[in-house]
């Protein structure tokens, strides 16, 4: 079975209690079960994480570049600044799909940029949890054009 990466940055091991009003009350662990719910629907075998460091995101992209890892990817705040992620993510091998529970064009102008949406097949945002699942059918759609040599 096909391993695809959920990856998410910062502040989003807080979810259900962080701003419930803009992310919903789902819960991380309630996200991670969704996504490989999901996943199981998709054929796909999903692997959830959660991180606030920036070094360790960037570590976790150049694994999956290595290994040929489709990633769905909530770069959270980093979405908006980091050119260390863009560049590591400018080297996949599989496809990309940036996520967003929010929808950041409709929030604060910082959130109107994206450094990432450059390097990714696409973006998912606005729908909460439900971003990350139409977020795991693209990949789904996307490997199936292209199934991995390997
Ligand atoms: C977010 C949107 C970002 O602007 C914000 O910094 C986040 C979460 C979202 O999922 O809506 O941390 O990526």
Partial sequence: MRQVLVLNGPNLGRLGSREPEVYGSAS???LAAACQQAGRE???DVQ???TDDEAELVRWVHAAADARTPVVLNPAAFTHYSYALRDALAMRTAPLVEVHLSNPAARESFRHTSVVAGVADGTVAGFGVLSY???LRAVAALISAAPSPG
Wanted: hydrophobic share 60%.
């Fill in 28 to 30: 991380f662990a309630d």
């Fill in 42 to 44: 998709l054929g796909l």
């Fill in 48 to 50: 959830v994480r959660q």
């Fill in 133 to 135: 699942q139409l977020a």
